[in-house]
């Protein structure tokens, strides 16, 4: 896997509902059979996995998902396949999983994507009835990025 790939795949994405789903699925196929080696097998399955997600198929995405990370996906890829399986499952009606890896990365890592782990996460909680939590969650983030009112808005969401 090189630059080149990587460029060649955002450009595929970006394709993403200009053409049918099918197609689009299909470009993905095709372009992740070019990484041979075993080391980029998680990559591919990943990248099958977020086509699939995309276009509404999450049932096909899920085990490609559990796939890529049990052979080893790692980064940044890691993380948005935790952030997207706990999606699936959540959408697939496995709630209480789609929770448990949710909580995981929010315990344990931090990056550019804890927004987006609270955000699913509170999803997640509201289809299991928290909806406290999943409101407390929701407006914790959004304090962050908001020009006015950050400690007001983040402490009532904590009061909740």
């Given at each position: 896997?090189?630059?080149?790939?990587?460029?060649?795949?955002?450009?595929?994405?970006?394709?993403?509902?200009?053409?049918?789903?099918?197609?689009?699925?299909?470009?993905?196929?095709?372009?992740?059979?070019?990484?041979?080696?075993?080391?980029?097998?998680?990559?591919?399955?990943?990248?099958?996995?977020?086509?699939?997600?995309?276009?509404?198929?999450?049932k096909?995405?899920?085990?490609?998902?559990?796939?890529?990370?049990?052979?080893g996906l790692?980064?940044?890829?890691?993380?948005?396949?935790?952030?997207q399986?706990?999606?699936?499952?959540?959408?697939?009606?496995?709630?209480?999983?789609?929770?448990?890896?949710?909580?995981?990365?929010?315990?344990?890592?931090?990056d550019?994507?804890?927004?987006?782990?609270?955000?699913?996460?509170?999803?997640?909680?509201?289809?299991a009835?928290?909806?406290?939590?999943a409101?407390?969650?929701?407006?914790?983030?959004?304090?962050?990025?908001?020009?006015?009112?950050?400690?007001?808005?983040?402490?009532?969401?904590?009061?909740?």
């Amino acid at each position: 896997m090189n630059e080149n790939w990587e460029t060649q795949l955002q450009n595929i994405w970006l394709k993403l509902e200009t053409i049918s789903n099918d197609a689009f699925i299909q470009q993905i196929k095709d372009h992740v059979e070019l990484l041979t080696d075993a080391d980029s097998q998680s990559i591919a399955d990943f990248e099958r996995a977020c086509a699939f997600d995309s276009t509404g198929h999450e049932k096909e995405a899920e085990p490609l998902y559990r796939s890529a990370l049990d052979k080893g996906l790692t980064g940044l890829r890691r993380r948005r396949a935790r952030i997207q399986l706990a999606s699936t499952l959540r959408n697939n009606g496995k709630i209480d999983e789609s929770i448990q890896i949710l909580r995981e990365e929010k315990a344990n890592y931090s990056d550019e994507l804890n927004d987006a782990v609270d955000s699913f996460l509170a999803l997640s909680l509201s289809s299991a009835g928290e909806h406290n939590e999943a409101l407390s969650l929701t407006l914790k983030a959004i304090s962050k990025h908001l020009p006015r009112y950050n400690n007001s808005l983040s402490r009532y969401a904590e009061n909740l």
